[in-house]
């Protein structure tokens, strides 16, 4: 019984290790949209700039806007999908088989607030408030999807990742609503 007990509190211990890992992990990564908030907002808006061929005057006031709609979104986004990861993690803790489907779901919906907050920054040059936006995002579930899973994919690699990946994505997504309104 004592050895039961002992191997219980042991994959306990690493499972509060792995959570609390994948928790600062997932903070980590809106900071870095935080952080680069100011660039991507350009980026974006830039991109859209070249693929229109009229450009907005580059107007302070409005920048800074266009990054504190960012970062708050970005905060909304980490917000919910913290609450997201937590209660899955409490459901996996009741019923563990379903481990490898948390996985998978928690990772697509890993994906989908990363590719949400690229698209934001369309949303807001377009005029849409945050619940406009959340509904446009649900129409395109797949671009946004996709846009998160590549964005994903490149923060995994080391340093380069922390730069390419939000600047890829943030004219990808540009792109993708580009080539659906044709």
């Not at 100011?38 to 920048?63: C, D, I, K, N, Q």
């Not at 807001?124 to 590549?150: D, K, P, Y």
């Not at 995994?156 to 600047?167: D, F, I, Q, R």
Request: charged share 15%.
């Amino acid at each position: 019984k004592a050895f039961l007990n002992g191997a219980r509190d042991v994959v306990v211990w690493i499972a509060l290790k792995l959570a609390i890992f994948a928790l600062v992990a997932l903070v980590g990564k809106y900071v870095v949209l935080i952080l680069l908030s100011p660039l991507m907002a350009y980026a974006s808006e830039r991109t859209a700039e070249v693929l229109t061929g009229t450009g907005t005057p580059f107007m302070v006031v409005r920048w800074l806007k266009e990054v504190l709609r960012g970062i708050l979104m970005a905060l909304r986004n980490g917000v919910l999908e913290v609450g997201i990861n937590v209660v899955a993690w409490v459901l996996t803790l009741f019923v563990p088989v379903m481990a490898p489907l948390t996985a998978v779901g928690l990772w697509l919906v890993s994906c989908w607030f990363y590719g949400f907050s690229m698209f934001d920054y369309i949303h807001e040059r377009q005029g849409l408030g945050i619940r406009a936006s959340v509904r446009s995002a649900r129409n395109r579930q797949g671009m946004v999807l996709a846009n998160g899973i590549a964005f994903n994919l490149l923060m995994k690699v080391p340093l380069l990742g922390l730069v390419t990946a939000p600047l890829l994505g943030s004219v990808g997504a540009v792109l993708a609503m580009d080539r659906v309104r044709r």
